[in-house]
C-alpha cells in the first residue's frame, strides 16, 4: 500500500484550536502515532474507542496503561462502568467538552479511535435523534421472542443499509436502529448527514494490507491471551459484566464469558476473537473509506516526526 502524505489541511480557528483526529483500522498503530504526535504538537488525547470508555475494560481493548501514556492526558477513557451502557450522544457531549478543555489550556486535541459513529458524532455536526423507551422495549420484546437474528432481518426489510452496517449479533444496535426508524419514518441510514465538520480538523488514517493485517491481529489476539484477559473477565464478571448491554457484547469480552461458563476451550475462544477483529477491521475499513476527508497512510511506514512537521508547517 502506497504512502500518500497531504498537500494541504484545513487551517485550525487558532493556534490554540488545533484538531487532528488518527482514526482507521484495528491493530495498525493509532495509538502510537497519537501519543507520538501529542507529545510533539504539546497535545492530549481524546479517546474515540467506545470499548474503551468501560474501567476495568483493559487488555481486551488494548488500552495503553497509565504507565505508558508518557504523561499525556488522556479523555474519554475509564469513564464507565461495565454495568452502564455506552451512549453516542453522550459521548458526543462528553468529548467536545474535553476537546473544548484542552483548547483552554492551550493545547492540541488529538483524537485517537477506531469507532467509526463515536467519530462522526464528535467531530461532524449531527443530532441525534431522541428515544422512546415504549418502542425500545416492544423491539427488545420481540428480540427475546424471535431472536436476534429476526431482528437483522425486520430491520434488512425496513432499510438494507442499515442491516448490513450493523452485525447480526449486536442486538443493542438493532434495537435501536429499528426505534429510530419508526420513531422519525426515516431509514436509519438516513439519519447520518453529508459529513459536515463541527470543528477545522485534520484526518489522518492508518491502515495496511489484509496480509499484515491479519497477522498483526493474530499476534495481537495471543498476547491478549497471555497477558490475562480471561482473569480481565472473570474480575469483571463479579462486578456485573454479564449485566451490561454493551460492555458484554465486546469483541474478546463475550469469547471469554463463553470460556468461563464451559461453552468455548481456550483455543476456541482465541480464533473466535481473531475472526471477529478482522470482521471489525474490515467493517472499519468500508465505514472510513467512504470519507474524503481522511489522507490515508501505509501503517508500516508513517513517520510521526515527518507527520509532526507536515502539521506543524501548515
Given at each position: 500500500?502506497?504512502?500518500?502524505?497531504?498537500?494541504?489541511?484545513?487551517?485550525?480557528?487558532?493556534?490554540?484550536?488545533?484538531?487532528?483526529?488518527?482514526?482507521?483500522?484495528?491493530?495498525?498503530?493509532?495509538?502510537?502515532?497519537?501519543?507520538?504526535?501529542?507529545?510533539?504538537?504539546?497535545?492530549?488525547?481524546?479517546?474515540?474507542?467506545?470499548?474503551?470508555?468501560?474501567?476495568?475494560?483493559?487488555?481486551?481493548?488494548?488500552?495503553?496503561?497509565?504507565?505508558?501514556?508518557?504523561?499525556?492526558?488522556?479523555?474519554?477513557?475509564?469513564?464507565?462502568?461495565?454495568?452502564?451502557?455506552?451512549?453516542?450522544?453522550?459521548?458526543?457531549?462528553?468529548?467536545?467538552?474535553?476537546?473544548?478543555?484542552?483548547?483552554?489550556?492551550?493545547?492540541?486535541?488529538?483524537?485517537?479511535?477506531?469507532?467509526?459513529?463515536?467519530?462522526?458524532?464528535?467531530?461532524?455536526?449531527?443530532?441525534?435523534?431522541?428515544?422512546?423507551?415504549?418502542?425500545?422495549?416492544?423491539?427488545?420484546?420481540?428480540?427475546?421472542?424471535?431472536?436476534?437474528?429476526?431482528?437483522?432481518?425486520?430491520?434488512?426489510?425496513?432499510?438494507?443499509?442499515?442491516?448490513?452496517?450493523?452485525r447480526p449479533t449486536?442486538?443493542?444496535?438493532?434495537?435501536?436502529?429499528?426505534?429510530?426508524?419508526?420513531?422519525?419514518?426515516?431509514?436509519?441510514?438516513?439519519?447520518?448527514?453529508?459529513?459536515?465538520?463541527?470543528?477545522?480538523?485534520?484526518?489522518?488514517?492508518?491502515?495496511?494490507?489484509?496480509?499484515?493485517?491479519?497477522?498483526?491481529?493474530?499476534?495481537?489476539?495471543?498476547?491478549?491471551?497471555?497477558?490475562?484477559?480471561?482473569?480481565?473477565?472473570?474480575?469483571l464478571e463479579r462486578?456485573?459484566l454479564r449485566r451490561?448491554?454493551?460492555?458484554?457484547?465486546?469483541?474478546?469480552?463475550?469469547?471469554?464469558?463463553?470460556?468461563?461458563?464451559?461453552?468455548?476451550?481456550?483455543?476456541?475462544?482465541?480464533?473466535?476473537?481473531?475472526?471477529?477483529?478482522?470482521?471489525?477491521?474490515?467493517?472499519?475499513?468500508?465505514?472510513?473509506?467512504?470519507?474524503?476527508?481522511?489522507?490515508?497512510?501505509?501503517?508500516?511506514?508513517?513517520?510521526?516526526?515527518?507527520?509532526?512537521?507536515?502539521?506543524?508547517?501548515?
Amino acid at each position: 500500500m502506497a504512502c500518500t502524505w497531504p498537500n494541504s489541511w484545513p487551517a485550525p480557528l487558532s493556534d490554540h484550536q488545533r484538531l487532528i483526529a488518527v482514526v482507521g483500522l484495528t491493530a495498525t498503530g493509532k495509538t502510537r502515532l497519537g501519543l507520538d504526535l501529542a507529545e510533539r504538537l504539546d497535545g492530549e488525547i481524546i479517546g474515540a474507542d467506545a470499548m474503551a470508555l468501560y474501567r476495568g475494560m483493559d487488555i481486551g481493548t488494548a488500552k495503553t496503561p497509565p504507565e505508558a501514556r508518557r504523561g499525556i492526558p488522556h479523555h474519554q477513557i475509564d469513564v464507565l462502568d461495565v454495568t452502564q451502557e455506552a451512549s453516542v450522544a453522550a459521548y458526543q457531549r462528553h468529548g467536545r467538552a474535553a476537546i473544548e478543555s484542552v483548547w483552554a489550556k492551550g493545547r492540541a486535541a488529538v483524537v485517537v479511535g477506531g469507532s467509526g459513529l463515536y467519530i462522526r458524532a464528535l467531530l461532524d455536526q449531527i443530532d441525534f435523534p431522541g428515544t422512546e423507551p415504549a418502542l425500545r422495549a416492544k423491539w427488545e420484546a420481540l428480540a427475546a421472542q424471535h431472536g436476534v437474528g429476526w431482528l437483522h432481518q425486520e430491520l434488512a426489510r425496513r432499510d438494507p443499509a442499515a442491516a448490513a452496517a450493523i452485525r447480526p449479533t449486536n442486538a443493542r444496535r438493532l434495537v435501536r436502529a429499528l426505534e429510530v426508524i419508526e420513531l422519525t419514518g426515516r431509514p436509519f441510514e438516513a439519519q447520518m448527514p453529508v459529513p459536515q465538520a463541527w470543528r477545522p480538523v485534520s484526518y489522518v488514517g492508518l491502515d495496511l494490507d489484509n496480509e499484515q493485517l491479519d497477522a498483526h491481529i493474530a499476534q495481537r489476539v495471543d498476547q491478549m491471551w497471555r497477558d490475562g484477559l480471561l482473569a480481565e473477565v472473570a474480575r469483571l464478571e463479579r462486578l456485573g459484566l454479564r449485566r451490561g448491554k454493551t460492555a458484554a457484547c465486546a469483541i474478546g469480552y463475550r469469547e471469554s464469558l463463553k470460556v468461563l461458563d464451559g461453552e468455548l476451550s481456550g483455543a476456541e475462544a482465541r480464533a473466535g476473537i481473531a475472526q471477529a477483529t478482522r470482521q471489525l477491521a474490515r467493517r472499519q475499513r468500508k465505514w472510513f473509506r467512504r470519507d474524503p476527508r481522511i489522507t490515508w497512510l501505509d501503517a508500516t511506514q508513517v513517520s510521526a516526526e515527518q507527520l509532526g512537521e507536515l502539521l506543524a508547517a501548515r
